[in-house]
T-cell receptor
Framework: SAVISQKPSRDICQRGTSLTIQCQVD?????MFWYRQQPGQSLTLIAT?????????ESGFVIDKFPISRPNLTFSTLTVSNMSPEDSSIYLC????????????FGEGSRLTVL | KNEVEQSPQNLTAQEGEFITINCSYS?????LHWLQQHPGGGIVSLFM???GKKKHGRLIATINIQEKHSSLHITASHPRDSAVYIC????????????FGEGTQLTVNP
């Protein structure tokens, strides 16, 4: 199994600023994902973080707004840029372990409030 | 219609009761996951299923591929089981992407 450390766990930010969320996995994983969960809703995939190359974004999400880095197999960051109150959500990092098992691991989430 | 439907949306039980949460999906899948989300937001993966049944402690998960249906059972429920339970499927055509149900809010009262 893998343990994911995500930080910050929560933050309150001002409109127009940017925040970077970090995700550290305690073992090498093949796939890492970033999700957004808006209040009262289920998870929405923002992008797949690809090691050593640009992230793959889902429809409705763009790199300028949500730049993602993944410099190695255990670490990724998501930046929420030029924030507005609509960006207030929980942001979750997830990893998939061995491709054979497909087991999933999640971080504790980063609860972001934009004023 | 969502590709993944969960029922019920909300469930309140008394401690000790047997609980069932259902998940129906409309596409061919390679795997189905049951997830548990606590009020703080963190998510724990409970089960990954592609066929049959799995058991872990008081939790049992079953899947019927032909009927495109899965159930999560909790025996001897306890207040610490209170959480949102989410069903997520990996469609055969989606690679690693998951499709999530809306979740079931479970509250177990002492």
């Amino acid at each position: 199994s893998a343990v994911i450390s995500q930080k910050p766990s929560r933050d309150i930010c001002q409109r127009g600023t940017s925040l970077t969320i970090q995700c550290q996995v305690d073992s090498q994983v093949t796939m890492m994902f970033w999700y957004r969960q808006q209040p009262g809703q289920s998870l929405t995939l923002i992008a797949t973080a690809n090691q050593g190359s640009e992230a793959t974004y889902e429809s409705g999400f763009v790199i300028d707004k949500f730049p993602i880095s993944r410099p190695n197999l255990t670490f990724s960051t998501l930046t929420v840029s030029n924030m507005s109150p609509e960006d207030s959500s929980i942001y979750l990092c997830s990893a998939q372990g061995d491709a054979t098992t497909g087991e999933l691991f999640f971080g504790e989430g980063s609860r972001l409030t934009v004023l | 219609k969502n590709e993944v439907e969960q029922s019920p949306q909300n469930l309140t039980a008394q401690e000790g009761e047997f609980i069932t949460i259902n998940c129906s999906y409309s596409v061919g899948i390679s795997a189905l996951h049951w997830l548990q989300q606590h009020p703080g937001g963190g998510i724990v993966s409970l089960f990954m299923l592609s066929s049959g049944k799995k058991k872990h402690g008081r939790l049992i998960a079953t899947i019927n591929i032909q009927e495109k249906h899965s159930s999560l059972h909790i025996t001897a429920s306890h207040p610490r089981d209170s959480a949102v339970y989410i069903c997520a499927v990996r469609p055969e055509t989606s690679g690693s992407r998951l499709t999530f149900g809306e979740g079931t809010q479970l509250t177990v009262n002492p």
